[in-house]
């Protein structure tokens, strides 16, 4: 793919860092480099409140929808026709400070270091934050750009409950994020998202640039199984109906069927809980997760038919019921050809390192695909460690990705499709 003339930009690597620190002190967690930010907490508005304001400081228009998705560009029609960069800037729990922040604060960076430079491009550039990223305060992950993309109407997002009781339209409408702009939103030129890699590949393998050709399918499920509370010490093995042996040897199961599956096929299972959940107790009831994904949509429908099979089974031979609810489904993504071409080549034009690979996480990039050409960029995760405040990524390598993504998002707004 020939290279347009692009202008040069070079993005100020102490000003991103600088960004990126004081974000994470909002819900910072004592002690660690990490933070706490959860979709539509306080903290999560104070976190969005910040970054609106170095938005609006570099006087862009800024946008926000129904259900609090953030867009600002460097014209007026907002991301229409517009080369943007995103991500997302709620966290897990306990979070690290790359996670999400990086793609948005990049974003930024990349506009403000182009109109410090005065240069004119052929199309406006944007970057946009989306809400509820990481789905784990709401499912489903990858809410707020599902709904951008029309994939999720907006009604729906807004009726969601968690498991805290609380509604997602009536939290929006706390923190004051619930704005008039359509959704689904404009669609832009391209749209390109930096982040790390939250995997050990490019750190084991010493490579600078990670060139993401896609990302997994997810498959997200919960099981509730019923059984019968009991007395630990007067109830024989044969006669109880333990919904936690169940669950124990569904996840023996999970495990086998990735095995069995084999190639890019990972199965985890992340929550677990009893009830009455006491030492001396049979449990009646409990609640799990099962987290399925792979890159070939056949292999993981195979899975999901293999996990409900087994399931069934384990279940009938404790005489414990089932309850199975779809949480999160997300076909394998491809990402469009012709941007990941341009990423790969500039990156190699600069001297850096290089791998093709796909994501085994979630991120907005996969649904923004839906209605424009799209790519995503990694950087490299110390030990791939991610989703723990010990997370962390070479500030070197956060420059580097950075003004990479400047190179690639200038270079797109003079390709036309």
Partial sequence: MALPNDPSVSINGERLLERIAELAQIGKIEGTKGCSRLAFTDADCEGR???????????LTVTIDAVGNVVA??????ASGAVMAGSHIDTVGTGGRYDGNLGVLAGLEVIEATLAAGIELKRPLAVAFFSNEEGSRYPPDMMGSLAYVGGMSVEAVLEVEGPDGTVVGEELDRI?????????????????????EQGPVLDKEDIQIGVVEGVQGISWSELTLTGQSNH???????????????AAEVVVAARSIASE??????ATVGSLTLHPNLVNVIPAKATMTVDLRNMDEPSLQLAE?????????????EDVNVESRSLARFEPVEFDGRVVGQIEQL???KGLSTKRMPSGAGHDAQMMARICPTGMIFVPSLDGVSHNPSEHTDPQDLVTGTQLLADTMIALTEVAW
């Fill in 49 to 59: 409140d910040l970054v609106v304001t170095w938005m609006r400081d570099l006087g």
């Fill in 176 to 196: 004051g994020y619930r704005g008039s702009a359509p959704c689904p939103g404009a669609a832009p030129h391209a749209f390109v998202e930096l982040h790390i």
């Fill in 347 to 349: 990156a190699k034009q």
């Fill in 73 to 78: 560009s460097t014209n007026s029609d907002g």
């Fill in 305 to 317: 038919e293999q996990l409900q099979l087994r399931v069934a089974a384990i279940a009938e031979d």
């Fill in 261 to 266: 599956i084999g190639g890019s096929q990972v």
């Fill in 232 to 246: 630990a010490g007067t109830t024989p093995m044969s006669l109880r109906r333990d919904p936690m042996r169940v």
